[in-house]
């Protein structure tokens, strides 16, 4: 256990002397919309020039740029008392990264594949070995290649099937453009053709003399198929499918069976399919089903068939269908795995013999197997109250070894080569924790809060073995999100312990919006049900403390990105329930972006949150729970927001928007503190412990944020403590 506690926690705060915040300054701006009139002094602060500045982080026009750094400084200052215990938590934080990991090798033909790091090393290395044994190959050295880089983050690697080729993307400046470069492995030198403005995916011819890509768009939609012939001028690449449709994107991986391109065209409430014949240089896509609204499908051949999971007819928790592959039309789709309401298929793959798919019922997951020659079906589950499970399908079809992981909040992760024709695993490997872990030590719990219209919200929380719930509690991290179908997988997070150790309890709330519940969990937190996904939290928070894990005051409440919405969200509704909210690259300023359409992800999240532009009524209802435009004059607590300069999902100018407005109008509370990356983007820093540092700062703040909690209840009317240690 770390040498810190809940009562020694008292000694940590904020420095609120050093410095005054910086102040933006105000320029009145009316949009009207509807005969709706809307105000927003700060939208000085999106840059005309965004897209400019995502390629060019150093395009940032000057008033902004000082303006960033300011609240960087000032965000340094208040944390300034916390400086030792950031860099404790970050040498805790590493001490747990088992510095020379590497990957199970995942057999493919002659050689078996993986990656691996050096010791110290921020980035990885793709490696492979003869199958069966032998001396390993460096195939790519990402440390070598992120040398004197700012930013570094690796797309794809993937090598040729004639195994003599690699081609691999790379982000360099955070905004999630990748260019992809192709080497012979015979001499490992990167060709002079590089393929830029991509989403990092790729999928090789089975001549393995081009590839096929995807292009981001100016507006930075994934809008357009390439193929790329290797050696040739990106110039002279073959368009083979556009979508024009700015509220769809499109998305590209290679099939199972690895005869075909799948190229998904997915909008937030449907999807429609494509199929490009690898072995054909000149073939054209041929699409599965025409899009339909609110028709959610995804495809993977088997031989003269195609599997599709997919939600048509009612089937709202999926379903899986067989189509023939040269009428794989609707008309045609009969049913191998039929639905079932509560219980949703999440994910399937075919092997040569065998249907696999993920189940998710009641929040847990589960793992079907199905022989495809004798029908035979069976199950793979496990007995702890909470965990997750992940598919790795691997790299080969004709095999029947599935590889998946296991892991809960208390167990590493772990990961099974499964037999499915013995029915029997083998654990290939257990997360190693250098520094030690004990899963003994520590509880996992499900719990179901009521909500105020009578669902009921699952909680998956973390704590230590000699806690007991009661009295007051303990302080207590409560992570949300909700949005877009996601589900929060109750898996292991070393990271957490570094808080569970000083006394938290640490949760997740499985607010609505995801799917933790099936299909109509999203449903029920989407467009005009958005405000359930507030409440289940608010509903959590208060379940926690009926049950005495925690009191009011003393829960940090932490989101990012749509979970960033959450948080300022319950921020405005109920501040005086918690004792600190962080909220990750937030998407605060909902009203303004959705009346942008020139934004890279506006239309096709009219989808997702409504479309103002065209309907008064969702003009309305945004406006009652946008965070930025619900700013109330009443006391806030601590809030810790973390962005990036190049981030194109949430745009920095959100996050900058919504501290400059709570400071001018909040009548008391805070500190209100904002850190952006100036070279980084919606992920952070790119190195796996360059980006502890983030995760640092955040665990710093939540624990000062519990002692200022702890002081609060030892001496409630003592107000000196405020001045400088608030």
């Known amino acids: 256990m770390a040498g810190e506690t809940v009562k020694s926690m008292k000694d940590y705060g904020f420095d609120l002397v050093a410095a005054a915040p910086p102040f933006a300054a105000q ?25 400019e500045v995502l390629r060019d982080p150093s395009a940032l026009p000057d008033e902004i740029a000082a303006l960033i750094k300011a609240e960087n400084a000032y965000c340094d200052r208040v944390t300034a008392p916390l400086k030792a215990l950031r860099e404790t938590l970050v040498a805790e934080l590493r001490a747990r990264i088992k510095e020379d990991d590497s990957d199970v090798p995942e057999p493919d033909g002659p050689f078996a594949y993986y990656g691996r790091f050096r010791e110290g090393g921020e980035h990885p290395l793709y490696c492979r070995t003869p199958r069966g044994g032998g001396p390993e190959t460096i195939l790519f050295d990402g440390e070598a290649l992120a040398a004197g880089s700012d930013f570094f983050d690796i797309g794809e690697t993937a090598h040729a099937p004639d195994h003599a080729q690699l081609a691999w993307s790379v982000d360099d400046k955070g905004s999630e453009l990748y260019a992809i470069r192709t080497r012979a492995l015979a001499d490992g030198v990167d060709r002079a053709d590089v393929v830029t403005d991509t989403d990092g995916s790729l999928v090789w011819s089975a001549d393995s003399k ?16 390439f193929r790329h012939d290797v050696g040739a001028d990106p110039s002279t690449d073959a368009l083979i499918i556009e979508e024009l449709d700015g509220q769809w994107f499109v998305d590209l991986r290679e099939s ?34 025409p899009r339909e609204p609110r028709l959610r499908y995804d495809v993977e051949p088997h031989g003269d068939l195609l599997y599709i999971r997919n939600n048509a007819d009612g089937a709202h ?23 079932r309401a509560g219980a949703m298929i999440v ?42 499970l992940s598919l790795d399908p691997g790299l080969e079809f004709d095999t029947n070894i599935l590889r998946f992981v296991y892991s809960s909040m208390t167990t590493p992760e772990e990961t099974y080569d499964y037999d499915m024709a013995t029915r029997t695993r083998v654990l290939r490997k257990r997360q190693e924790i250098p520094s030690g872990h004990d899963p003994k030590h520590y509880v996992t719990r499900r719990l179901f809060a009521p909500a105020r219209d009578g669902e009921s ?24 999100y909700g949005a877009y179908g996601y589900a929060l997988a109750a898996d292991f997070d070393e990271d957490a312990l570094s808080l569970v150790d000083r006394g938290f309890v640490y949760a997740y709330a499985h607010v609505r919006g995801g799917t933790d519940k099936g299909w109509h969990w999203y449903e029920n937190g989407k467009l005009e049900h958005k405000p359930n996904t507030f409440a289940d939290f608010i509903d959590c928070a208060r379940h926690l403390i009926a049950e005495g894990y925690t009191r009011e005051g003393a829960i940090v409440a932490q989101g990012a990105s749509a979970g960033g919405m959450l948080m300022g969200a319950v921020a405005n509704e109920a501040p005086r329930l918690f004792a600190g ?8 300023d909902v009203l303004n972006t959705m009346l942008r359409g020139d934004l890279p992800l506006t239309p096709p999240e009219w989808l997702e949150w409504g479309n103002p532009i065209a309907d008064p009524a969702v003009y309305d209802r945004i406006a009652a729970y946008s965070p930025y435009d619900n700013v109330r004059a009443q006391d806030y607590p601590p809030i810790l927001s973390i962005a990036g300069v190049t981030d194109p999902r949430v745009t920095y100018w959100e996050p900058l928007k919504w501290v400059a407005k709570l400071r001018r109008t909040m009548r008391g509370g805070g500190p209100v503190l ?44 003592d107000k000196s403590a405020a001045s400088i240690t608030s």
């Open 210 to 225: 081009a590839f096929y890509y995807v292009l981001v768009d100016e507006n930075h939609r994934t809008a357009q198929v």
């Open 27 to 51: 320029r009145p701006t009316r949009k009207v919309t509807h005969g709706r009139a809307l105000d927003d002094p700060y939208a000085w602060l999106a840059a005309d020039n965004w897209r």
């Open 317 to 339: 928790d999926f379903r899986i269908s067989v189509a023939p592959l040269h009428a794989p039309g609707r008309e045609n789709w009969d049913d191998v795995v039929h639905h």
């Open 256 to 289: 199972r069976c690895g005869r075909f391109a799948i190229v998904s065209i997915r909008g937030h409430d449907a999807s429609e399919c494509w199929l490009i014949d690898l072995r054909d240089a000149q073939a054209s896509a041929r699409i599965v089903a």
């Open 457 to 480: 919200v699952p909680i998956t929380l973390l704590h230590r073995a000699d806690f007991t719930p009661g009295g007051d509690g303990a302080p207590l991290l409560l992570y949300g």
């Open 581 to 588: 909210i962080i909220a990750g690259v937030p998407f605060v």
């Open 347 to 388: 994910a399937n793959t075919v092997y040569a013999r065998y249907l696999v798919w993920l189940l998710r019922e009641n929040s847990l997951p589960k793992l079907m197997i199905r022989d495809l020659a004798s029908g035979e079906e069976h199950a793979i589950a496990f007995e702890e109250e909470a965990y997750a």
């Open 674 to 717: 904002l850190f952006t990356h100036l070279g980084a983007g919606h992920a952070g820093a790119s190195g796996r412990f360059e980006a502890l540092a983030d995760t640092a700062l955040e665990y710093a703040f939540a624990i000062a944020c519990a002692a200022r909690a702890a002081r609060a209840v030892s001496a409630p009317s």
